[in-house]
């Protein structure tokens, strides 16, 4: 059976988790393939606010088996508090986990080449959390990576050592001061409590998997937009968030991919640094932040709040092949009587209705005004009883991105998930 892909397709926070959670069911196995700590998959059921970080997000389900894949990288400090919130919840997480080998460790010395990096880079920072994604990434590339294989090694010490050797040297030349006294032993600690989890090849296990017909959803961390090739350079994450992503990230082949989901907001937002062609800096954008509590489920940073982009949605159905859309936070623009799409942009004085190699400064966004739906959701229980304005914002944008939208999240919680009766259920 063909792996299903589900990722998000603008500049993350799409509401990945919830729909992951909702979907899961269906699925076997649930492999995340990209990405580390630095993404917040927040899920909400029975009135109680969920957060996973690098555990994929069917860890909730029973019956459901999670896969952290190759291509994340991981902290074990956040990692061992995750399980420990986990297993505090009842969940029995090693019975449901496996890791591959050859995902990368984050090591307390990549947190601090993160801070010191964005602290000389001064008002040109990237807007990284600091949870040493980058650094990890940059040494994978590099050839000197830890891997989770490396912890069952007899020279696991040995690397460990010449890897903080190799940090220290640029930390010197960044001049910042540090005591890893503390972190270090904090970090070896944790080690201890993943040696005792399910290590595998996971490439294996996962061709495996399929060769026995089992269903397998791969998800994705942050969004296409953030993506280190296709997203808004150099403002973007170190991996390959997209479609492409799920197959090195899992050790899959193109032809081994089946659907491809594509998560997207009613609106838009991003945090940290970066173009963001349709923000709203005025009282519209204090008033969609609130309305969707757009605060980082990692970093706890506020969110930039704009209006849909369809450039950029069409660049991202293209790139990752879409085949389904899902639509969340519908309920957020309730009290907008008119809202605003993005369906075009004017570059260097030119009107163009694609994402452009660079987002300068001066791009403008053009914009077609809809009718809100200025009506409340909460009590709405299927798609065919939706207000009429928000049917034609939803028609308006399946025609636009010649993809069908399956699923429109309604509200947080997992049961606020609109299903129209054209498409079967998940």
Known sequence: MAVDVLLGLQWGDEGKGKIVDVLTPKYDIIARFQGGPNAGHTLVFDDIKHVTHTIPSGIFNEGCLNIIGNGVVIDPVIFKREIKELNDLGIDVKSKLKISKKAHLILPTHRLLDQASERAKGKEKIGSTLKGIGPTYMDKTGRNGLRIGDIIST???AKYEFLVRKHAQILKYYNFDYDLTEAEAEWMDAIETIRGLDLIDSEYFINDAIKANKSILAEGAQGTLLDIDFGSYPYVTSSNTVCAGACTGLGIAPNQTGEVIGIFKAYCTRVGSGPFPTELTDEI?????VAGNEFGATTGRPRRCGWIDLPALKYAV?????????????????EFKTISVCTHYIYNG???DYFPYELIDDLTPVYKEMKGWNTDLSEVGSMEDVPAELADYISYLEAEL??????VSIGPDRKQILVPEKVSAY
């Open 285 to 289: 954008g204090k008033k969609m932040g």
């Open 155 to 157: 020279s696991f010490k």
């Open 318 to 334: 293209m790139i990752n092949g879409v085949t389904n859309l899902i639509m969340t936070k519908a309920d957020v623009l309730n």
């Open 402 to 407: 010649g993809v069908p939208i399956t699923m």
């Open 350 to 352: 030119e009107k163009i």
